[in-house]
């Protein structure tokens, strides 16, 4: 069973950065990757996407402000969180999943099979 574990997340002001971590428990390379987020009472949001084939989608909320970058060798997906706004509060996710026929990912935020516990990102304005 594949184990994601986040770390990270804490306080930032308006305008600030942060960046998340995730180590998984064992290569991911061949994973389909994505960090989740979900705020207080609204329904789970994909902020990055990343197939097996390499696409980056970013959720446009995030667009130009978040980036995605990985260290393969050591199984870690990090997120780098800048220009943050009071509307990024919410625990973030690190999620992966098996790709699918032809190495196909799916586009849905909450069908990932494999979840970190989470992590909490409060922005103050």
């Known amino acids: 069973q594949l184990q994601l574990t986040e770390s990270g997340g804490g306080s930032a002001q308006s305008g600030g950065s942060l960046i998340l971590s995730c180590v998984a428990s064992?290569?991911?390379?061949?994973?389909?990757l994505g960090w989740v987020r979900q705020a207080p009472g609204k329904d789970i949001e994909s902020v990055v996407a990343i197939e097996t084939l390499g696409p980056i989608t970013y959720g446009d909320s995030v667009q130009g402000r978040f980036t995605v970058f990985r260290d393969n060798a050591k199984n870690t997906l990090f997120l780098q969180m800048n220009s943050l706004k009071p509307d990024d509060t919410a625990i973030y996710f690190c999620a992966a999943d098996e790709p699918g026929s032809g190495n196909s990912c799916s586009d849905r935020a909450d069908e990932y099979a494999h979840w970190g516990p989470g992590t909490q990102v409060t922005v103050s304005s």
């Open positions: 064992r290569d991911i390379n061949n994973y389909c």
